[in-house]
């Protein structure tokens, strides 16, 4: 039984990390895009002035 509930909390753990390593990368890329999001509007924004001039 002892090595049966190792092997349980070896899962639990696997299962645990994967989840933590998964939202993580959420998080990270959403705050790459975040980052990203007001150079993209100030190059959309500077393309319309070009375009206007």
Do not use: W
């Amino acid at each position: 039984t002892d090595h049966a509930q190792l092997h349980e909390n070896n899962e639990k753990i696997e299962k645990a990390r994967r989840a933590l390593i998964s939202r993580n990368r959420v998080n990270y890329i959403t705050a790459e895009f975040r980052q990203s999001a007001p150079e993209r509007k100030q190059s959309a924004s500077e393309r319309a002035v070009d375009f206007f001039l």
